[in-house]
């Protein structure tokens, strides 16, 4: 940010404004969290300004790397919502942006800070702007995540339009601006924003929700839930708030077959509605409220379940969407707010309408291009790299981590009669390097060591294996070029494994297609197109353009055999 400073010590102190936090934990406050947790507290400090609600509370708390400071009135055993909190709360709340200010201009005064961070536009957003006025020089930077369309803030919140144009100066005063999707970046712009605006999405712990949980631990849980063979459980997580549409999906189940069932996550003012309404439809047995549960435990509820639905009214992105996707499982949604971005609805109308991915530059390489049919009913098909592994030749046939994308492999086998099948464990081809006489397979959420040693046995190759952290599949990280190198992310591949690592910083400048001397980049990666040629390789840039909403490189749409 312009006109950033640092404390005599080089640590950037930066404070948050927020009106909830840790034990209230939503979006929002997951966010704060994971992006605050990642950060070198040796570069970074924060400090934060939020409501403490309940007495029990202390005033003052050190969470992960943020020193939380909580204010205002207080009662006990709260239930932070709009309708249910109480009043004291509610007069906390609205005074939130004088009583934030002055704890900030007090804490200023102690140890200065180099920024200010909003989150949301509301009465923190005003606490941030206050502070902008008294301290000019110190960068304000406002992250925007509530799904609210413009014509909704103002109905839902009559009271704005007195302030109207203070409340425009929430946004107007940011020095930049952070949104969580397209649909909140032209929220921003439309009232009137014209600085630097950045759109970067909640992120999702993909390897998390992407593991395979043992197959007793799922036998268990179903068994706890009452999952019978045949059973089809649809499945949401969320505030139970009827903007989320969880009426609607319980109202459903009568038209819906016995076997369908609806397991529901999360807690809020309209639990009690809901279950009024499961009763009134007659589906009260087949609708089970699991109340809250902890975020780091919905892995496990999403890989017992068959389908994720939430046909939200407001949504700013859609955090759910993506742990769901990442799971393996189909997602239900309605098109509204932030959802677009979060499911890529608009970028697989436009795969749709014809691949990005064109196949000219493989044929340049001297390839002979086999195109399988498309699966209309396996969305995940056109990643056909994870359906195989092949080794001197031999064509085995893989078995996803994703029991949802099995049947992938079906098109693949045809396509090729002799290939030989894996039975046991589980295990996708982007998790698997072949450099020659060595093999190497990741550990990922999607690929077991079982899996791994399966490989092994029906290669007759001994397979090292490397633990995949923070990526969906090895493949997405590294890839071999034939020789001794290997282009690779800084730290995905082992530096002692007898290769040459050549580490490039682009995302997808790490997924590529070496056939000989020629490579097959990504356009979206034109520093390592740049390093490749200087390693004197042909390098043929192409568009994979949506594929990379699906964390896809160009590896992932063929397999060369």
């Known amino acids: ?32 969290k994971e992006i605050t947790d990642r950060l070198d507290p040796n ?44 009043l004291p709360c509610k007069l906390a709340k609205i005074l939130f942006p004088i009583t934030s200010f002055f704890k900030a201009l007090s804490l200023h005064r102690k140890r200065p800070y180099d920024v200010v961070w909003a989150m949301m536009a509301n009465q ?24 609210n369309s413009l014509q909704q803030i103002k109905t839902r919140q009559p009271l704005l339009s007195l302030v109207w144009p203070i409340y425009k100066r929430v946004y107007l005063k940011a020095d930049v601006i952070k949104a969580i999707s397209n649909f909140i970046k032209d929220l921003a712009r439309e009232i009137g924003f014209k600085g630097k605006l950045e759109v970067i999405p909640n992120a999702v712990d993909i390897a998390k929700f992407s593991a395979v949980i043992p197959e007793d631990d799922a036998a268990e849980l179903k068994s706890r839930l009452g999952k019978k063979m ?4 649809l499945f949401t ?71 994720f639905v939430r046909p939200s009214v407001i949504e700013g ?4 969407f993506v742990e769901a996707f990442a799971a393996g499982i189909p997602v239900v949604a309605t098109p509204v707010g932030g959802v677009n971005d979060a499911s890529g609805r608009d970028g697989c109308e436009r795969i749709a309408e014809g691949p990005d991915f064109r196949f000219e530059p493989l044929r340049e390489c001297g390839l002979e291009v086999v195109e399988l049919a498309p699966e209309p009913d396996l969305p995940d098909a056109c990643f056909v790299e994870d359906a195989a592994v092949v080794v001197d030749g ?35 081809g982007g998790d698997v390097i072949v450099a020659g006489r060595a093999v190497f397979a990741g550990r990922s959420g999607r690929t077991d060591e079982e899996g791994i040693a399966e490989l092994a046995r029906l290669a007759g190759r001994a397979v090292r294996t490397i633990v995949v952290k923070g990526l969906l599949h090895l493949k997405t990280g590294a890839t071999w070029l034939g020789g001794d190198l290997v282009v690779a992310r800084r730290g995905v591949f082992p530096r002692d494994a007898g290769l040459n690592v050549v580490e490039v910083e682009e995302p997808h400048g790490s997924t590529v297609l070496a056939v000989g001397r020629h490579v097959v980049v990504s356009a979206a990666a034109p520093r390592a197109a740049d390093l490749l040629a200087r390693l004197g390789f042909v390098v043929h840039a192409v568009e994979i353009g949506e594929f990379h909403l699906g964390d896809a490189g160009v590896t992932c749409l063929s397999l060369v055999v």
């Open 1 to 32: 940010m312009t006109g950033q400073r640092q404390t005599s010590n080089g640590v950037k102190r930066i404070l948050i404004f927020s009106l909830a936090y840790t034990p209230y934990v939503g979006g929002a406050e997951l966010a704060i």
């Open 43 to 86: 570069e970074y400090s924060f400090d934060m300004i939020t409501l403490r609600f309940d007495r029990k509370l202390p005033e003052v708390e050190k969470i992960g790397n943020v020193t939380v400071h909580r204010i205002g009135f207080t009662t006990e055993n709260v239930k932070v919502s709009d309708r249910a909190l109480p």
């Open 124 to 147: 923190a957003g005003f606490g941030a702007l206050f502070f902008k006025y008294a301290h000019p020089n110190i960068p304000y930077f406002l992250e925007l995540q509530d799904g």
């Open 230 to 233: 045949g059973d089809v459980f």
């Open 237 to 307: 997580a969320s505030r139970l708030v009827l903007s989320r549409g969880v009426e609607d999906v319980i109202r459903a189940l009568a038209h819906l077959p016995q076997n369908v069932k609806f397991l529901i996550a999360g807690d809020g003012e309209d639990r009690g509605k809901l279950e009024d309404i499961a009763r009134e439809s007659r589906v009260a047995e087949r609708v089970i409220f699991l109340g809250q549960v902890e975020h780091a435990e919905i892995p496990k509820y999403l890989k017992v379940s068959d389908i």
């Open 317 to 320: 992105m859609g955090s759910a």
């Open 394 to 428: 031999v064509v085995i046939i893989t078995r996803p981590g994703a029991p949802a994308r099995r049947g992938e492999t079906e098109s693949v086998a045809r396509a090729w009669p002799g290939s030989v099948r894996m039975e046991r464990g589980s295990l996708d």
